[in-house]
């Protein structure tokens, strides 16, 4: 029971002190006059009852009622229910009272609104209101808030003043004060003051529950839902609210109803709902608040910088820019914004329905109610399981209990949420957690709602209207507790019927008689001491905790964390660690990594490992220990430093109890290896694990009791999860009273130094976890824990994970003295503040405190003292085991240079090696580096345990490195940063090392030096193919007896000659000059001065000039005749040597040997093909005026049109004007010399034009301006689509067109009309555009010039550059304008492509119709040559076999002196030029058109691809050097004729291919079926073009294929491993994984020719048979095929699987047709099948031999003669013995390889023979044979040479194949 009222006051104004600024109130009288003991008189009451100022007004205003709320000192508050009406005032005297006046009018005027600028000296006579009113205030002070009830007293009081009712004032207040009514409890109560009034009082059930009325519904009005939810979420997250409106009853109600709809939350700071004016300065307080104030003090507002505005009248709500408001949690506020406005709005739901149903919504009341319902069922959620976090560290004498934050964080998942987080730190969920936290406690609303009903909140959730009942239900129970009676409402009050009356004076309040009201009081307060006490009946019960949080899902729904799978490898790896099998560990670890970043697999591990703990220690061996001290440390690398999964909780008690044994009898424990994590210099995480340990303890203490009182000592699981701590606490709190004094005191007793020992405990493992292992180093004091360590215990740099960071102090960690970086001291002092805090929190005795005090600082000396001898002894530890370095195999000859460095091959911006696209990471790998005298090769392993075994090899020759940089690295292994190098080779591959630490960083710089000098050696014969098998020191055997010494002094000679004639003749420019090499065996002489410097040793068959001439003439014949170009030109019939003297004159060309001693031009082969009518003389004359002197010269003819091609350089700048002009004209700059030279050079081009059959035909003119060509002019598509027919027509516009010019004449004369026929030149010159400035084309001439551009070297290297960085990309880039494609459209690669192919194109069309064409650009040997091998290849299907590719490379490129040393920067001399890679490009076009045409080419991709690696990589000296002249001079050129030291060592990649091509089919294509005479004309767009697949791929396992030697000796080891392993194992699968990156597509995957042709060698060596070589196998196929097909091809092609020539082109350029088998699964390789009509054999008649091949009869029968004879082979090859079998019955001469042979080699049809005659003996023949034993046999296909022992056995031969013959 209480007072309903505890003071009644009368304020008025104070007409006193009128003399300031503003008018003041007075207390007039109070009642009580003296102070209740339990409740003091509020002060400064009168500043609340006018808050807005106390003032005089002209107007009686009408009464006014409003409650301010006062908070007293103890945070109680008081009701002031002020009720003002206003009285009259006499006016005083002018002299005193003016400047009153005047002020009131002043204030009058401002509160009209108008300017307030009145003054005295203004206005002097203003005229003065006769009557003014002051204002008095009738307040009563409760600490109830029944608003209703004191508006209707205080009416009450006015009416019987106004009224003048019968009643003693004295009587009503008496009665009103000594009214006493129950505070809560459902009650009611009737009152009445004694004036003919009654009024019920209903007094709520729960008084827990705040009362709102409607206000809250008012609220929601009056700012709408969004606003009021911003206000909420701001209260709570404790932000400073202002309320504003002109209404002082409504700010109250507005602050009333925010303070309601915060239940069960109670505000704590600054709470005034009606502020007064005079103290606005309070709005500047730091602390939060809720305040409301007038606005009519909007303007004192504006500039408060961090407050929340509400404006109640406008309905808005404002928030400053530096205010962040944290808002509920999605999808929490969602769906309290739906359900708020179902509450106020629920016609929302209906207003689109075509039928609206009336929907009402509830009244003002209800609404309010309905609500609030709202806001509790979100508390229900927000706080569901709270009780289960509550850690309760006392229970005697009064229960003490403390909120674990971080684990009801991490249990809802709600961790990282911000408004959680503020509102569980804040000051009303600490009021909270007091207030609701005991356990045994009477229990309201939000207790019920928490413990029963949250299961149908949460099933409720997705459904508004299940949601709708239960709040409806909620509603009606707050309902309930405001209006137990709801139909009791009965106030029977008299009012004055104020508005009514007229404005009649009206006497003032009168002063009431203290002494009558105070007998009232008086009397009351005997009357209720003799009065029985009222026994309040307080229901107290044990509160319910509701359901586990454990329940709550995860509301990210994190499945993936916990899946059962992950939690196995946990489980499995663990296992594996305790068992003892490390292997298996190793590979589960990297797993069990990724899986600990789910929170189940953390909790799995503390639970796995506890098991493993007995008598708390687990004593483990060194790589056990390491491996859990990296589990706990990835653990716990991902908690947060709260630790909201209790994961660092788990783990703290397992680090005191995992150690390892060191030596001198130390142990070791995981808390040393383990400090490097947040949580453990977090303050609030101690306290939290210390009080759930204290609760435990407190637990079991009772536990012990209850049970020994217990007869029962079974304690199951069952019983415990019963009595959690809080139930046990709440059945003590009930029997506390039962219990003695002493048995009380015993508890308490207990309950401290359960506590007090906690503490000493806590003191120790704090002492663990935050001093270092190396106490040098302060870890607490900084403010960052090494996120994720793994070098762990033996690390090589320092034990201590503690590492080498710089020390910082944080003064979060709570060292806010940071003077002394001592570490004890700081550890002492966090220690402190820790203990203090939880002792003073648990009520630990002050004797005990004091004794931890002196306590601790031992604790922490003794750990240290310990500490320093484990850190001794771990430093002694064996550091860990790394991988063993694994050896390179390497090449015969080649030898290591700098043994293996230990380093780690970092992954570049190739994803495929580092898991990123799938499979597990080959990349980062630990491995070594070595540098050998070829190569630079790292060998190591993966890092990732999963693909451990495997071994990755990344290597490159170290010629081919084009760019080496430094980096430094981080390893994902350790965090330090190595030092490191980045290697790029333009064999496109890259090296991203770093160095171990091991590696010191002066070996790395000397590594550097070793890899400089072997990648620019001085000179070319330091390159590995020359120092190859020399145990790398740099040695010219010169001295040594040489079986060639002829060569030796041919070249030396030679080279003499030509230094001197060349002396004679001009001097070089330097810079043409290639770079040369002074040698000599015994002494080394300087440089000569000379432009070329020659060996002139002394030798011992020095002979006299002439005679070395003459001797050398004819061994050069000999030994020129035998290389590449001399051979190809016989076979185009450019000319032969053997009878030079007896040559007949019609022959266009001659060979010409003016070039033999290398005098006319430097860098051209000896022998040259020009025009027969041109002497030397001349063209030594012509020469000048070429660069480089290299003239043009004759290096292919169309054998069909007799047109040629020429190759030259560009003219010098001189003589291009000149050669143009026409030579009548006069001239005037250039000399006699000079236009001689150019008259010269006509001759010439006419002596080419004239060599020309279509030119000889012309009817013998020799001016060509009437000429028309023979050939219509039609425009085909040029450099794309290949025309169908055989003669495909020229536009001579097309150089024009190329050019880039409008097309006009062709000869530059005047436009003729369209019909003409154009005119067609004899000699086209494609010359470089930029050369051919400033000529005129003279339309006589015969010649047209086609200027082209040309890209020159410095745009190559550019693109190329650009192309390895996309290609190969150093570092991942996601950059848009960074893909693959875009890089690889800005490197412009393919568009330089696109110009050679182009360029190329063109000229093969006008060599098809029969013009010659002269290529003219640059020096003559970079892109001249590209394009004159491009056209010779397209030309001519012989260059696209193995052979005649040799032979084109051979020619064009190395005769003909593309400089690849200078090219290829192979020595320091070229270095500066850096490397441009012209050769790789032609390759490249290559491999284009082989993509469009892939049956033309005999040779395969790969076989390009090993001549773009090796043409760079130094192994083979065939593309050293940079002409045929130097080859001499070094002694190179011929030395591949003369014997071999040493077989291994291949010294032409010529040789090595042959070799290899004889072992293996990977040069060869098997789908070639090439077309008789066929030309290719490729398409030449960008869009036709692909990527080379050499640029991209690599192969891990073994380096690159291109060393054959290193494959096939790891496939040899492989395949025994593989065999033993098969022996000892059961069957396995025969299935394989393959990575692309990492193995040999090729070899794993092979294709079915390869494969079958190995399993047939197989089976031969199996049965023990001689294996026969694979290119036989092939070609006995092929010959049974071709019978086959043709037997077939009279019904059908269906079973035959064409690559014929009778598919059209286009079906030839997509490669294989594969067509439904009519004939079962038998598919036929119809390769070269004749089957078209063009070619059946002899013109229709039908082939005999079709007609036997279906009779298996045996070769025995039908042998009718036999015997050995010697056949010629196709071009170019020797002639062969072979054994010859004549067959009568088939028709057909057969020949073997032997007698012996079974396998029949060749079949000659008879059917196809036309003749047989005597031959004639030609080149290679064998020896020692009279002429008349050789015989020809011609066939419709070609000729067969054949030749017999003699001329007896010959004649045999020719009569019995007669015979058969005639027969047929």
């Not at 000529?1335 to 745009?1355: A, C, L, T, Y």
């Amino acid at each position: 029971m209480t007072r309903l009222a505890d003071y009644f006051v009368v304020v008025g104004y104070d007409l006193d002190k009128r003399g300031g600024s503003e008018g003041q109130g007075r207390i007039v009288q109070r009642f009580p006059e003296k102070d209740w003991e339990d409740n003091p008189f509020p002060q400064g009451l009168e500043l609340f009852c006018q808050p807005s100022g106390w003032q005089l007004v002209p107007e009686r205003k009408p009464s006014s009622f409003f409650v301010a709320v006062l908070t007293d000192i103890n945070s109680e508050r008081h009701y002031c229910a002020c009720f003002t009406f206003w009285e009259s005032v006499e006016n005083p005297q002018v002299s005193a009272g003016h400047l009153e006046i005047k002020k009131a009018n002043v204030t009058l005027g401002l509160q009209k609104g108008e300017p307030s600028e009145a003054d005295e000296d203004d206005s002097p006579d203003v005229l003065q209101p006769a009557q003014l009113y002051a204002p008095k205030s009738l307040v009563l002070v409760s600490r109830l808030d029944h608003t209703e009830v004191f508006r209707n007293c205080l009416s009450l009081i006015y009416t019987v003043h106004v009224d003048g009712l019968n009643v003693p004032m004295e009587t009503v207040i008496g009665n009103l004060l000594t009214c006493i009514i129950p505070i809560a409890g459902g009650s009611q109560r009737t009152i009445t003051l004694g004036a003919g009034d009654r009024q019920v009082i209903q007094t709520p059930i729960n008084d827990s529950l705040p009362i709102s009325g409607c206000s809250v519904a008012q609220l929601f009005r009056q700012l709408g839902i969004v606003n009021v939810l911003y206000l909420f979420c701001a209260a709570l997250t404790e932000h400073k609210i202002l309320f504003l409106s002109s209404s002082y009853q409504r700010l109250t109600d507005a602050c009333r109803a925010l303070l309601a709809i915060m239940f069960p939350l109670k505000y704590s700071f600054t709470y005034v709902p009606i502020l007064p004016g005079k103290l606005l300065e309070v709005l500047s307080t730091p602390t939060p608040f809720i305040i409301g104030v007038n606005s009519h003090f909007r303007s004192e507002t504006q500039e408060l910088l961090d407050v929340i505005i509400a404006d109640l009248d406008g309905g808005t709500v404002t928030i400053p820019e530096c205010v962040h408001i944290s808002l509920l949690p999605e999808p929490l506020l969602h769906h309290t914004q739906t359900i708020i406005s179902m509450v106020l709005d629920p016609e929302l739901e209906v207003a689109d329905h075509a039928f609206p149903p009336t929907v009402q919504p509830s009244t003002l009341k209800i609404q309010d109610k309905e609500i609030r319902a709202v806001f509790l069922w979100l508390f229900a959620q927000l706080f569901q399981g709270y009780r289960w976090c509550l850690h309760i560290i006392r229970i005697h004498p009064e229960p003490v209990i403390r909120f674990h934050k971080a684990a009801f964080l991490g249990q809802r998942a709600l961790a990282e949420d911000d408004f959680l987080m503020k509102v569980l730190d804040g000051m009303a969920f600490a009021g909270f957690v007091s207030e609701r936290g005991p356990p045994y406690r009477s229990t309201d609303l939000f207790d019920d709602l928490i413990a029963s009903q949250v299961e149908r909140i949460r099933q409720d959730v997705g459904n508004p209207q299940k949601v709708m009942k239960h709040i409806k239900e909620l509603a009606e129970q707050l309902f309930k507790n405001e209006n137990p009676y709801p139909a009791v409402a009965m106030h029977r009050m008299q009012r004055t019927a104020e508005n009514a009356k007229p404005h009649v004076p009206q006497a003032s309040f009168p002063h009431l008689d203290e002494v009558a009201v105070q007998l009232f009081i008086d009397h009351a307060a005997a009357k209720l001491n003799t009065a029985p006490p009222v026994v309040k009946s307080e229901l107290k019960g044990m509160v319910p905790s509701g359901p586990l949080l454990g329940d709550i899902v995860d509301r990210n729904g994190n499945v993936l964390a916990n899946s059962a799978r992950r939690l196995e490898v946990v489980r499995n790896c663990i296992t594996y660690i305790f068992d003892n099998k490390m292997l298996e560990a190793k590979k589960l670890m990297p797993a069990v990594l990724r899986a600990l970043k789910g929170r189940a697999a953390r909790v799995c591990l503390t639970q796995e490992l506890n098991q493993h703990v007995l008598q708390n220690r687990a004593v483990l061996d060194d790589q056990q220990f390491d491996y859990i001290i990296r589990m706990m440390n990835c653990t716990l690398q991902d908690c947060s430093h709260m630790d909201e999964h209790g994961i660092a909780a788990a783990l703290l008690p397992l680090v005191t109890a995992f150690c390892r044994k060191l030596g001198g009898g130390i142990t070791q424990f995981s808390y040393s290896c383990v400090q490097e994590h947040m949580v453990w210099t977090n303050m609030q995480f101690w306290e939290a694990m210390f009080y759930s340990d204290v609760q435990k303890h407190i637990r079991t203490l009772y536990l012990e009791n209850v049970e020994d009182g217990d007869t029962s000592t079974n304690e199951s699981e069952g019983d415990q999860k019963q009595l959690s701590a809080l139930e046990l606490a709440s059945e003590q709190s009930r029997l506390w009273p039962t219990l003695s004094k002493e048995q009380q005191q015993e508890h308490v007793q207990k309950e401290e130094s359960t506590v007090f020992s906690q503490a000493i405990h806590y003191a120790n493992r704090m002492s663990y976890l935050l001093l270092p292992l190396d106490t040098n180093k302060n870890r607490l004091l900084r403010n960052t824990g090494l996120g994720d360590v793994e070098s762990v215990s033996n690390s090589y740099v320092t034990n201590s994970i503690a590492g080498s960071m710089a020390e910082s102090y944080d003064t979060e960690s709570g060292f806010e003295d940071a003077e002394s970086s001592d570490v004890a001291n700081s550890v002492v002092r966090f220690i402190n503040r820790f203990v203090d805090k939880v002792c003073n929190e648990s009520g630990v005795t002050n004797e005990h405190l004091k004794a931890l005090h002196t306590m601790i600082p031992d604790i922490v000396q003794m750990h240290i003292e310990t500490l320093e001898a484990v850190h001794r002894e771990s430093k002694r530890l064996p550091p860990i085991q790394k991988p063993k370095l694994l050896r390179p195999t390497l090449l015969p000859g080649e030898e290591l240079v700098m043994d293996g460095m230990r380093v780690h091959l970092i992954a570049d911006g190739r994803e495929e090696a580092t898991g990123s696209m799938g499979g597990p990471p080959l990349l980062p790998a630990e491995g070594a580096i070595f540098l050998t005298s070829y190569r630079l090769i790292f060998k190591g392993t993966p890092t990732d345990p999963l693909v451990g075994e495997q071994v990755v090899t990344r290597s490159f020759p170290i010629a081919s490195l084009t760019k080496e940089k430094r980096i430094s690295v981080t390893l994902p292994m350790d965090q330090f940063i190595q030092e490191g190098l980045q290697l790029r080779s333009c064999t496109f591959q890259l090296m991203k090392i770093a160095f171990d630490e091991e590696v010191a960083s002066d070996l790395a710089e000397v590594f550097r030096k070793h890899m400089h000098k072997l990648r620019y050696p001085q000179h070319v014969q330091g390159t590995f193919a020359f120092t190859v098998g020399q145990s790398a020191k740099l040695v010219v055997e010169h001295k040594t007896k040489d079986k060639n010494q002829s060569l030796k002094t041919l070249s030396k000679n030679l080279v003499k000659t030509a230094k001197r004639t060349i002396g004679r003749q001009y001097v070089t420019r330097k810079k043409y000059t290639p770079p040369t090499w002074e040698n000599r065996s015994s002494l080394q002489s300087e440089m000569d001065e000379d432009e070329i410097s020659v060996c002139e040793e002394l030798d011992q068959s020095s002979l006299t000039l002439s005679s070395t001439i003459r001797s050398s003439d004819r061994q050069t014949m000999s030994n020129v005749v035998e290389r590449a170009c001399c051979r190809d030109y016989q076979r185009l019939g450019l000319g032969t040597l053997s009878n030079s003297l007896t040559r007949s004159k019609n022959e266009p060309f001659r060979i010409s040997t003016v070039n033999r001693m290398y005098t006319v031009c430097r860098s051209y082969p000896g022998l040259l093909i020009v025009p027969q009518s041109i002497p030397d003389s001349t063209i030594q004359r012509i020469s000048r005026c070429y660069r480089q002197n290299r003239f043009p010269v004759v290096c292919w003819r169309n054998s069909r049109t007799k047109a040629v091609l020429l190759r030259s350089a560009g003219l010098h700048a001189k003589g291009v004007v000149g050669f143009f002009k026409s030579p009548n004209a006069p001239t005037a700059g250039p000399s006699q010399a000079d236009s001689s030279t150019s008259l010269e050079q006509e001759k010439y081009l006419q002596a080419i034009i004239s060599s020309m059959p279509s030119y000889s035909e012309a009817s013998g003119r020799n001016t060509l301006s009437g000429f028309t060509s023979t050939h219509m002019s039609t425009s085909g598509k040029w450099g794309s689509i290949r025309g169908s027919g055989r003669l495909s027509t020229y536009n001579p516009d097309v150089g024009n067109r190329l050019a880039g010019k409008e097309s006009p004449q062709a000869n530059g004369g005047p436009v003729e009309p369209y019909f003409l026929r154009q005119q067609k030149a004899y000699l086209y010159i494609i010359g470089d555009k930029s050369q051919l400035k400033g000529g005129k084309q003279d339309s006589f001439q015969q010649w047209e010039v086609v200027p082209i551009e040309v890209f020159d070297m410095r745009q190559l290297k550019n693109s190329f550059k650009k192309l390895m960085k996309a290609c190969v990309p150093s570092s991942p880039n996601n950059e848009p304008n960074m893909t693959f494609h875009r890089c690889l459209e800005e490197s412009e690669w393919m568009n330089l492509l696109h110009r050679v192919l182009q360029v190329s194109v063109l000229v093969v069309e006008l060599l098809d119709t029969g013009s010659s064409v002269m290529v003219s650009l640059e020096d003559g040997w970079d892109v001249t040559t590209q394009v004159v091998s491009l056209v010779q290849l397209l030309s001519d299907p012989y260059y696209r076999t193995i052979d005649g590719f040799r032979l084109l490379v051979e020619k064009e490129w190395l005769s003909f002196g593309h400089r690849f040393s200078h090219r290829g920067a192979q020595t320091l001399a070229s270095q500066s030029s850096g490397f441009t890679p012209v050769f790789l490009q032609f390759l490249d076009c290559v491999h284009q058109i082989h993509l469009q045409f892939p049956m033309e080419f005999e040779f395969s991709q790969y076989y390009l691809k090993f001549l773009a690696y090796h043409y760079v990589s130094n192994r083979f000296r065939t593309f050293l050097l940079d002409s045929d002249y130097e080859r001499i001079e070094l002694g190179v050129l011929y030395e591949e004729k003369g014997e071999r030291r040493n077989p291994q060592i291949c010294k032409s990649v010529w040789d090595y291919l042959d070799r290899l091509n004889k072992k293996t089919p990977i040069f060869y294509n098997y789908m070639f079926s090439p077309e008789e005479e066929e030309i290719l004309k490729p398409y030449s767009f960008i869009s036709n073009l692909k990527v080379w697949d050499f640029y991209m791929e690599e192969t891990l396992s073994e380096g690159p294929s291109f060393d054959w030697e290193l494959v096939r000796g790891r496939q040899e080891k492989l395949t025994e491993e593989a065999g033993d392993r098969q022996d000892t194992t059961a069957s396995k699968s025969q299935r394989k994984i393959v990575w692309p990156c990492y193995d040999s597509l090729n070899k794993v995957v092979p294709d079915a020719i390869t494969k079958l042709l190995q399993d047939v060698q197989n089976l031969e060596s199996e049965l023990g048979q001689p294996t026969e070589k694979w290119k036989d196998t092939w070609d006995k196929i092929k010959t049974a095929q071709r019978v086959e097909s043709r037997l077939e091809s009279r019904h059908s092609f269906s079973s035959s699987l064409l690559m014929s020539s009778n598919l059209s082109h286009q079906r030839r350029s997509q490669g294989v047709y594969l067509q439904e088998s009519g004939v079962g699964s038998s598919i036929n390789l119809a390769l070269d099948c004749e089957v078209s009509a063009t070619s059946t054999p002899a013109a229709g008649r039908t082939s005999t031999s079709t007609l036997y091949s279906q009779f298996q009869s045996t070769e025995s029968e039908n042998r009718s003669f036999e015997g050995i004879l010697y056949k010629r082979g196709a071009l170019l090859k020797p002639w062969k013995p072979r054994w010859f079998v004549l067959d009568k019955t088939k028709h057909q001469l057969r020949y073997y390889e032997s007698r012996k042979d079974k396998e029949c080699k060749g079949v000659i049809e008879l059917a196809d023979v036309e003749s047989v005659i005597l031959g004639t003996p030609t080149m290679g023949a064998p020896k020692n044979i009279e002429d008349k034993a050789f015989f020809d046999l011609k066939t419709t296909k070609r000729v067969y040479n054949f030749c017999a022992q003699d001329s007896t056995n010959a004649q045999l031969w020719m009569d019995s194949i007669q015979s058969c013959l005639s027969d047929a």
